[in-house]
C-alpha cells in the first residue's frame, strides 16, 4: 500500500509539474504584452466552459483549457513592430502575421504530448465556410477544440483593450459573433457561447 501511494503521489506531482511547465511556456510566449498574457488565463477557462457545454468530460474539456493557452505561441517568431502595431495591418504586414499559426503548429508537432495544443494553434483561425488560414478546412474539418477557441478567442479580444483598439461591450461582442454564426464560426459553439453569457457563466 506504502509503495502505491508512494507512486501515485509521484504521478500527481508529475501531472501538476507538466501543467505547470505547459503554463509557464503559455507566459513566456506571451510575455512581451500584458494584456495577451492575462487572455490566455480568460481564455483557458472560457474553452472549458464551452467544452464542457458541448458534451466533453470534465478531464477532457480541462486539457482543453490547458491546451488552448498555447493556441498563440507562434507569435514567438514574429516581430514586435507588427505584434504591437498600434493600428491596422498593411497587407503585407497581415500576411506575415498570419504565419504564426504554422509557426505555432511546427514548435508543438514535435511531440504526442502537445497534440492538442498543435490543432489549437495551426487551426484556431480556419473558418467554417472555408475562407480562414492557413489551409482553408471548412465546417467539421476543422478539430473541435479548434473551432471553440475561435469563438472564445474573438470574444475575448473584443471585450478587451488591445494596442489597436478599446474593449466592446459584452452584447456588441455578441452580436458581433453571432453575425459570424455559419461563416465564420461553428454555429453550435457560437449558440452555446450565448447561452453561458445569458446565464451569467461567462464572462
Known sequence: CASALRNLQLYVDLKEANRQALYMLAVAAEYK??????????????????SEAMGMSKQEAENYGLASML???GKVGIAD????KPGKLTDEEFVIMKTH?????????KSKWF??????????HERWDGT??????????????????????VFDALTNKRCYKEPWTVAD???????????????????????????????
Open 101 to 109: 499559426a504554422e509557426i505555432g503548429a511546427e514548435i508543438l508537432g
Open 173 to 203: 461582442a455578441l452580436a458581433e459573433i453571432e453575425k459570424g454564426a455559419g461563416t465564420h464560426f461553428d454555429p453550435k459553439v457560437v449558440q452555446l457561447l450565448l447561452q453561458l453569457c445569458e446565464q451569467g457563466i461567462i464572462p
Open 115 to 124: 497534440a492538442v495544443a498543435y490543432h489549437i494553434a495551426y487551426c484556431h
Open 33 to 50: 504584452d500584458k494584456d495577451t498574457g492575462d487572455h490566455i488565463n480568460r481564455l483557458a477557462r472560457y474553452t472549458t466552459l464551452l
Open 132 to 153: 480562414g488560414y492557413p489551409r482553408g478546412l471548412k465546417g467539421e474539418e476543422i478539430p473541435i477544440v479548434a473551432r471553440i477557441v475561435s469563438v472564445v478567442d
Open 81 to 84: 513592430a507588427i505584434l504591437k
Open 71 to 73: 493556441h498563440d505561441i
